[in-house]
């Protein structure tokens, strides 16, 4: 299995056009094959930052997530919204 931590912090005023992107994000995501988990999680602390935490049967299925028509679509006009990203892969030990 493969998880996937990505953390966005987002420029002032663009969380909620953030929200209604990551929306179809999820939802379309969420029937490609392989994915086992795709969630986004709002931090309590710390307005603006959203992280996604994913979990992938294998590189493989998260490879194909990154060529995905709806992957490239809204993550163009998510990265518009950003002051940064931060992204962690993982494996099991």
């Known amino acids: 299995?493969?998880?996937v931590v990505a953390k966005s912090i987002l420029k002032e005023g663009k969380t909620e056009e953030f929200k209604s992107l990551t929306r179809e994000l999820i939802d379309e995501t969420r029937k490609e094959k392989?994915?086992?988990e795709y969630?986004?999680?709002?931090?309590?602390?710390?307005?603006g930052t959203f992280t996604?935490?994913?979990k992938?049967?294998?590189m493989d299925c998260l490879e194909?997530?990154?060529q995905s028509?709806?992957?490239?679509r809204i993550g163009a006009k998510v990265k518009e919204l950003r002051k940064?990203?931060?992204?962690?892969i993982y494996k099991e030990a």
């Open 52 to 54: 996604f935490i994913e």
């Open 1 to 3: 299995m493969i998880i």
């Open 64 to 66: 194909a997530h990154f």
């Open 84 to 88: 940064s990203r931060d992204i962690n």
């Open 34 to 36: 392989g994915c086992i």
């Open 69 to 72: 028509e709806h992957f490239k």
């Open 56 to 58: 992938w049967e294998d």
């Open 39 to 47: 969630v986004l999680y709002e931090d309590t602390e710390s307005a």
